[in-house]
């Protein structure tokens, strides 16, 4: 009778022992799956109205293997992921990297204002994207100017406005060019005697026509 009970009371520490086993393994996971989606690589959130965008990683929406960084503004504001970094002055450098929309909205009639690459506190910008577009690449090409530091930051809004909607950001790049002391610029100029182009559905051939005066 004793060795019943002892076999039950050993049955249930283990099944005890399986529960909170499991229940370890959730929160592990649920805590990776919430580092994973706050985890911003050092990029620091800025909002013109504060609490308004939320800033994930997301791990469904992404355009490689890497999870996207995503802003989200279901009202108007200018809301941007950045980072610091340092730069060499007087340099020029090119940043890229790839954005995808969803009913991005800027605020006003400014084509200044949407998805885009963006120096914190200065007009320096890429193209903006609003409305809703697949995946494409945007860059910004920038000089230091006397600079050896700057905020980079990639923004759902503008320097002179707000935007609202869904934008994702993916695969950035950081390039550093070289200066050239050439003042001189190289031209070409190519002159066909005759070509064909078409127009709607007109073909048309145009030609040079050579006049010689005496």
Known sequence: MEESKKNSKGKFTKIIDIIILIILLLVLYFAYKYYQKNNFNNYVRSESNPYTSEFIRDDEEKYSERDSYKIQSDKFNDAMFYKTIKVEKNQPYKVTC???????????????????????????????????????????????????????????????????????????????????????????????????????????????TRNRYK
């Open 98 to 208: 790839m954005v995808k929309t969803k009913d991005v909205e800027a605020e006003g009639e400014n084509s200044g204002i949407g998805a885009q690459i963006s120096i914190e506190g200065t007009t320096e910008r890429s193209i903006a994207i609003s409305g809703t577009k697949d995946w494409q690449k945007i860059e910004l090409i920038f000089n230091s100017k006397n600079r050896d530091t700057l905020n980079l930051g990639f923004r759902l809004g503008g320097y002179l406005g707000s935007a609202k909607g869904e934008a994702w950001f993916s695969d950035f790049t950081f390039e550093q060019g070289t200066t050239s002391k050439d003042s001189e610029w190289k031209f070409a100029c190519f002159i066909f005697e005759t070509t064909d182009v078409t127009i709607g559905d007109k073909k048309i051939k145009l030609n040079v």
